[in-house]
Every structure is written in structure tokens, then in C-alpha cells.
């Protein structure tokens, strides 16, 4: 069984500063790791994806991820936040040899304040 | 290269009335796949179409969702008769093959109210 845990419903952040959106996973095998974003009434779009290769994968409109076997973690994070980022941020996993079926972690509501 | 694209973008119904959404993947993407998120919750599987074939229906909730891929081109989605819990967002997403499965592309969503 695969399983991702978002621990924040929310993150505050104020623009400028650097964000976080926390990630992690439990899966049988390798881990494909995903972060997904929805804007306000838009649908979900591709942020980034770990499949192998180096830890830190960088994404779109300035995004990165950190995979930590060890931790069994890959946050999302950004240097400097926008206004613009404000958006619901979803995690996703699943694994090499398994259906390739994401599963997807509750969500995360990020706010960035100007 | 359009996108994938689902109909209606919000529907509103009662309780035991029928609603189909419709979900168009991306030209040529063999896999289909149909997903919902009830308000705060994950993301949750509902089915996986490859071609016009059910691959994947263990996520399917009960036999008032019917799925359909005549054809192997667009889908639909029924929800016969409709029930409160039945609110959410349904997405679909499309993908190239199967061993690309972990690569879709989501649609915009269908935002279903059950009054």
C-alpha cells in the first residue's frame, strides 16, 4: 500500500520569505513523487516530479523539491514567495513495479500575504 | 496541443437526480482516468480506462457511478441516482501509455453540488 501524510491544512507565508509546503510518503518499492497545484477555480496542474537521479529536483514558477530517502519526505519549497503562489498544493506517490495510480495527500492550502 | 477538458465546469443537482460528466483527454493519450476529491479531503482514484476498456475500477464507489469510454475517445461519468455525499470535485487526467501512467495531465475539474 502507498500512502502520503500533508501534515499542514495550511501554511502562512509572507511575501518574500521562503516557504515550505511539507510532504511525506510510505510506499513498497522506489517512490515517483509528485507536487501538483490548483489555483482558485483552475485545475490541477504538474509542479514537478522526482522518478530517480538527484534529490533536489527544481519545477515550475520557481519551485523545488528535496527527496529524503532516509526521511522518507519531499517537501516543496520556493526561496521567495509570490502572492501569486497562493494556491492549494497536492503531493502525490506511487512506485516503480506498482499500478503507477498516484496517491494523493489531502492538500495544502498555501497563503501568501503581501 | 489542447489540453484535457471536462463538461459541465459546476453542476448543481438534488438528491436523486442523474448527472454525466463528460471528461476529453488529450489526443492520442490512451489512458483515461476519473478521480474526486470531496472537500478537504485527498484526492481519491475512482477508475482507469485504457482505450475504451475498464483497467481499474477498484476505486469506484458504489454501482450508482457508471463509467463509460466508447470508442476509446472521450468519457463519461454517471451518477444515477445522485446522493448527498456524491459532492465534489471529479477530475479526470489522460496519459500516453501505461508505463507512462505516473505522467497525467489533469483536466480543469467538474464541481458537483448535491442539494
Known amino acids: 500500500a502507498q500512502s502520503v501524510a500533508q501534515p499542514e491544512d495550511q501554511v502562512n507565508v509572507a511575501e518574500g520569505n521562503p516557504l515550505t509546503v511539507k510532504c511525506t510518503y510510505s510506499v513498497s518499492g522506489n517512490p515517483y513523487l509528485f507536487w501538483y497545484v490548483q489555483y482558485p477555480n483552475r485545475g490541477l496542474q504538474f509542479l514537478l516530479k522526482?522518478?530517480?537521479?538527484?534529490?533536489l529536483v527544481k519545477g515550475s514558477y520557481g519551485f523545488e523539491a528535496e527527496f529524503n530517502k532516509s526521511q522518507t519526505s519531499f517537501h516543496l519549497k520556493k526561496p521567495s514567495a509570490l502572492v501569486s503562489d497562493s494556491a492549494l498544493y497536492f503531493c502525490a506517490v506511487t512506485w516503480a513495479g506498482g499500478s503507477y495510480i498516484p496517491t494523493f495527500g489531502r492538500g495544502t492550502s498555501l497563503i501568501v500575504h503581501p | 496541443e489542447a489540453g484535457v477538458t471536462q463538461f459541465p465546469s459546476h453542476s448543481v443537482i438534488e438528491k436523486g437526480q442523474t448527472v454525466t460528466l463528460r471528461c476529453d483527454p488529450i489526443?492520442?493519450?490512451?489512458?483515461l482516468y476519473w478521480y474526486r476529491r470531496v472537500m478537504g479531503k485527498e484526492i481519491k482514484f475512482l477508475l482507469h480506462f485504457v482505450k475504451e476498456s475498464k483497467q481499474d475500477e477498484s476505486g469506484m464507489p458504489n454501482n450508482r457511478f457508471l463509467a463509460e469510454r466508447t470508442g476509446g475517445t472521450y468519457s463519461t461519468l454517471k451518477v444515477q441516482p445522485a446522493e448527498l455525499e456524491d459532492s465534489g470535485v471529479y477530475f479526470c487526467?489522460?496519459?500516453?501509455?501505461?508505463?507512462?501512467?505516473?505522467?497525467?495531465?489533469f483536466g480543469p475539474g467538474t464541481r458537483l453540488t448535491v442539494t
Open positions: 487526467a489522460s496519459s500516453l501509455g501505461v508505463d507512462r501512467a505516473y505522467e497525467q495531465y
Open positions: 489526443s492520442g493519450h490512451d489512458n
Open positions: 522526482y522518478i530517480t537521479g538527484d534529490n
